[in-house]
């Protein structure tokens, strides 16, 4: 039962935005003992900046989810930035600290490369290649480079927000060797897809999988299909890959972590979700 001692996270998104998140939270809360709800709330980008500043008036409020559009508006209210949040140039998670302040991150690419990592991917030392410099894929690249990798490789037909993401990547990480021209995926250990390409049968593909090596770990940020069009061609070259779903299910523990709640692994989260088919 929701009282006053009950701890919310705000899911603070556009008012037509479909709000999955607390499908995922809230059963585990319930299962776990955890007196705590994600409450979903709609909010018109010309409205977000006051409103979550009203938000965190709440006595009650351990944090809030930002989705889009709000992802990017967040960065500029926030008191602190994390190297995440300046490479992605949005946030996703926001706090008040002890002093007061907002503090916020960036956890789709943290989801991403949890799920890559505990699949036995070791990513320090390795060149990878990121196509897509949209707001997932920049989140993706950003927590990429702050896993000791040796390159990266970005790419996307908008050359404009391509270079300033390479630029980006550039600032807050100098040592690493950053390209923003090609999305030949041959010589990279791992390839991501950050684009809506390859999601079905016969669809352009976002790269020539025929470059691609064997031995490169292929992933796909698509959730609406578990094994897109282009991780299919992947998988079938002999490729380990790793599905949308998991970049979700993977951070959500990220999330809890922030928030100073118990964590869980991705596998209990799935199993008592409670997320209808699509």
Do not use: W
Not at 84 to 96: I, L
Not at 196 to 211: A, F, H, K, T, Y
Not at 236 to 262: H, K, T, W
């Amino acid at each position: 039962m929701i009282n006053g001692n009950t701890e919310l996270i705000a899911h603070i998104g556009f008012p037509t935005h479909s709000f999955k998140s607390p499908m995922i939270y809230n059963p585990y809360f319930e299962k776990a003992g955890i007196n705590a709800v994600v409450v979903p709330m709609g909010c018109q980008a010309d409205n977000f900046e006051t409103f979550l500043k009203s938000v965190f008036q709440l006595t009650n409020v351990r944090g809030a989810l930002i989705t889009m559009p709000h992802k990017v508006t967040s960065v500029g209210l926030l008191h602190e930035l994390t190297p995440t949040v300046r490479v992605a140039g949005a946030c996703n998670a926001v706090k008040k600290d002890a002093n007061g302040r907002l503090v916020g991150d960036m956890f789709d690419g943290a989801g991403f490369v949890r799920g890559v990592k505990r699949k036995g991917f070791d990513l320090q030392g390795k060149r990878v290649l990121v196509v897509g410099s949209g707001g997932v894929g920049s989140a993706i690249a950003a927590s990429l480079a702050a896993e000791h990798i040796a390159a990266i490789g970005v790419f996307d037909t908008n050359t404009t927000a391509c270079r300033g993401l390479a630029l980006r990547l550039k600032e807050n990480y100098p040592q690493l060797d950053v390209c923003s021209d090609s999305n030949d995926p041959k010589g990279y250990d791992l390839v991501v897809n950050a684009t809506p390409m390859g999601m079905n049968e016969g669809d352009p593909l976002p790269m020539d999988v025929s470059r691609i090596d064997p031995a490169t770990f292929v992933g796909e940020v698509v959730m609406r299909t578990e094994m897109t069009a282009f991780l299919q061609v992947a998988q079938n070259r002999g490729c380990q890959v790793q599905v949308g779903s998991d970049m979700l299910f993977e951070q959500i523990p990220a999330y809890l972590e922030f928030f100073g709640f118990p964590s869980t692994t991705a596998e209990n989260l799935r199993s008592v979700a409670q997320l209808s088919p699509t």
